[in-house]
């Protein structure tokens, strides 16, 4: 192994302007504007993997954006098949004016590289890279079977990703799956993820009069749309976090006592990370911490709210139509499928006759847990101990990757999340930023991981 963490060290600069590159494509899946970028950014990904010497390389179309393969077997029959996968399509950049530097132009600053896929998650699918590079340079074959799927569609729910597995399920097929695209517990505190929370996204118009109306016509004697959605809104929680939806908590699997304790074992301050934020005091779920709440409790949030007059100065008008994004954050026994029916029966009661609401369903995605006490996981901790010269935690995350299920459900296979990232590195939002020296130890971790998984 000390070959190749003199690799990883020798190597830093080099990782660092292929990173850059890798940042440079504007791979953004919900934009169709950018859909040559997350093809060349597919191409770039392929032609790095059979750089650095994985084999049967391929790009597979799907009726979305595609999906990049690669494998190395050659392991042995006696060594565990791994499957690696990551993304790299990123979230759109908005609002733009408030990033340093531009979100395609990595830029280092501090300890950080700065750019929009940087933690989320281009630069965690780098980490994997450049750990098999190590392998293979040093010593010209890995230490169990390889098989990577980086997909463009992760952000907007991985349409078309199931379809994928569902077609190739002997090509994929693998004995665990390892996926960093989330976080470690803080900043000198590795961790190891064995929960993702779901997701049921949905999006409500609501019409009232047949066109816009002069407020002062018209005002008081018809219903306004966006106060009808203001007050539809309202009535989904109450004042103490409690979503109000019929049947919304009756698959919710309460914490159970030793997890409950695990989490409260846990350094953390409701103080610290609400000054973080600017808040004077945090909100939430009555009877649950923050943690209890972000990882194992669902949620209801409000995503955008648009509607009438948004431009500079004063319109009176009575508008016509108003609009809401609402996403749900599930917990793993929920379907979301279900939550979409209870949520558009609970809307549809309570708006009132005098407007009327379309409802949809944007996407869709279920939780997902894995057991702690399994050989891979134990692989994960060792490597990451020595990774990082620190014991990792296991916790859970409150964001999604719907995918880990469909895994679990279609090639039986357990995930890992080995998250290299760090909460407060602004994914989804301007300044995106990656910690340098946990990309570093994250490639160290990644490429010890390879040789505990064969031991395993
Ligand atoms: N990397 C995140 C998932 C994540 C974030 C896990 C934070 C744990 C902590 C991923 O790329 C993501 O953002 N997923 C979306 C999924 C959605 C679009 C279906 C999410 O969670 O919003
Ligand atoms: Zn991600």
Same mark, same amino acid.
């Given at each position: 192994?000390?070959?190749?963490?003199?690799?990883?060290?020798?190597?830093?600069?080099?990782?660092?302007?292929?990173?850059?590159?890798?940042?440079?494509?504007?791979?953004?899946?919900?934009?169709?504007?950018?859909?040559?970028?997350?093809?060349?950014?597919?191409?770039?990904?392929?032609?790095?993997?059979?750089?650095?010497?994985?084999?049967?390389?391929?790009?597979?179309?799907?009726?979305?954006?595609?999906?990049?393969?690669?494998?190395?077997?050659?392991?042995?029959?006696?060594?565990?098949?791994?499957?690696?996968?990551?993304?790299?399509?990123?979230?759109?950049?908005?609002?733009?004016?408030?990033?340093?530097?531009?979100?395609?132009?990595?830029?280092?600053?501090?300890?950080?590289?700065?750019?929009?896929?940087?933690?989320?998650?281009?630069?965690?699918?780098?980490?994997?890279?450049?750990?098999?590079?190590?392998?293979?340079?040093?010593?010209?074959?890995?230490?169990?079977?390889?098989?990577?799927?980086?997909?463009?569609?992760?952000?907007?729910?991985?349409?078309?990703?199931?379809?994928?597995?569902?077609?190739?399920?002997?090509? @994929? =097929?693998? +004995?665990?799956?390892? &996926?960093?695209?989330?976080?470690? !517990? /803080?900043?000198? $505190? #590795?961790?190891?993820?064995?929960?993702?929370?779901?997701?049921?996204?949905?999006?409500?118009?609501?019409?009232?009069?047949?066109?816009?109306?002069?407020?002062?016509?018209?005002?008081?004697?018809?219903?306004?749309?966006?106060?009808?959605?203001?007050?539809?809104?309202?009535? @989904? =929680?109450? +004042?103490?976090?409690? &979503?109000?939806?019929?049947?919304? !908590? /009756?698959?919710? $699997? #309460?914490?159970?006592?030793?997890?409950?304790?695990?989490?409260?074992?846990?350094?953390?301050?409701?103080?610290?990370?609400?000054?973080?934020?600017?808040?004077?005091?945090?909100?939430?779920?009555?009877?649950?911490?923050?943690?209890?709440?972000?990882?194992?409790?669902?949620? @209801?949030?409000?995503?955008?709210?648009?509607?009438?007059?948004?431009?500079?100065?004063?319109?009176? $008008?009575?508008?016509?139509?108003?609009?809401?994004?609402?996403?749900?954050?599930?917990?793993?026994?929920?379907?979301?499928?279900?939550?979409?029916?209870?949520?558009?029966?609970?809307?549809?009661?309570?708006?009132?006759?005098?407007?009327?609401?379309?409802?949809?369903?944007?996407?869709?995605?279920?939780?997902?847990?894995?057991?702690?006490?399994?050989?891979?996981?134990?692989?994960?901790?060792?490597?990451?101990?020595?990774?990082?010269?620190?014991?990792?935690?296991?916790?859970?995350?409150?964001?999604?990757?719907?995918?880990?299920?469909?895994?679990?459900?279609?090639?039986?296979?357990?995930?890992?999340?080995?998250?290299?990232?760090?909460?407060?590195?602004?994914?989804?939002?301007?300044?995106?930023?990656?910690?340098?020296?946990?990309?570093?130890?994250?490639?160290?971790?990644?490429?010890?991981?390879?040789?505990?998984?064969?031991?395993?």
């Amino acid at each position: 192994m000390s070959n190749i963490t003199n690799f990883i060290k020798e190597n830093k600069d080099r990782y660092l302007t292929e990173l850059k590159h890798f940042l440079s494509f504007p791979s953004i899946s919900t934009n169709p504007e950018n859909k040559k970028d997350v093809l060349e950014c597919a191409e770039y990904i392929k032609s790095h993997l059979e750089k650095i010497g994985l084999q049967n390389v391929a790009i597979y179309p799907t009726d979305g954006h595609p999906v990049v393969y690669a494998d190395w077997l050659n392991a042995g029959k006696d060594k565990p098949t791994i499957l690696v996968y990551g993304h790299y399509d990123v979230q759109p950049v908005d609002p733009i004016e408030l990033w340093t530097s531009p979100p395609f132009e990595a830029e280092v600053r501090g300890e950080n590289i700065y750019a929009r896929g940087s933690a989320d998650d281009k630069g965690q699918v780098m980490i994997h890279m450049k750990a098999l590079e190590a392998h293979l340079a040093k010593n010209g074959s890995l230490p169990v079977n390889i098989k990577l799927i980086v997909e463009g569609e992760e952000e907007i729910g991985s349409v078309h990703l199931g379809d994928f597995i569902s077609g190739h399920k002997d090509l @994929l =097929k693998c +004995d665990v799956v390892v &996926i960093s695209d989330t976080s470690m !517990y /803080d900043k000198d $505190v #590795p961790a190891i993820g064995y929960a993702l929370r779901g997701l049921c996204y949905m999006q409500l118009e609501v019409t009232g009069p047949n066109r816009d109306l002069h407020s002062g016509q018209y005002g008081g004697a018809v219903d306004n749309p966006i106060n009808a959605l203001a007050h539809i809104i309202a009535k @989904l =929680k109450d +004042d103490k976090g409690k &979503i109000l939806i019929d049947g919304f !908590y /009756d698959d919710v $699997v #309460p914490l159970d006592k030793e997890e409950k304790e695990g989490f409260a074992k846990l350094p953390f301050s409701d103080k610290k990370y609400a000054k973080g934020l600017d808040v004077e005091e945090l909100f939430g779920e009555e009877g649950y911490t923050t943690l209890e709440r972000t990882w194992a409790r669902p949620t @209801l949030d409000c995503n955008g709210i648009w509607g009438g007059f948004m431009g500079e100065g004063a319109k009176t $008008v009575l508008p016509s139509k108003a609009f809401a994004k609402i996403s749900m954050r599930l917990v793993p026994n929920q379907d979301p499928d279900k939550i979409e029916k209870l949520f558009s029966a609970f809307v549809r009661k309570i708006t009132p006759k005098t407007v009327k609401v379309k409802i949809s369903g944007l996407h869709h995605g279920k939780g997902a847990m894995t057991p702690i006490d399994t050989k891979w996981m134990k692989a994960a901790s060792k490597a990451m101990a020595q990774g990082f010269g620190k014991e990792p935690v296991f916790i859970r995350e409150g964001g999604s990757i719907p995918i880990v299920l469909t895994f679990k459900e279609m090639l039986d296979a357990d995930t890992v999340l080995l998250g290299f990232g760090l909460p407060d590195e602004n994914a989804h939002s301007p300044d995106e930023h990656l910690n340098l020296n946990n990309f570093q130890n994250g490639i160290l971790t990644s490429a010890i991981f390879y040789d505990e998984l064969a031991k395993a």
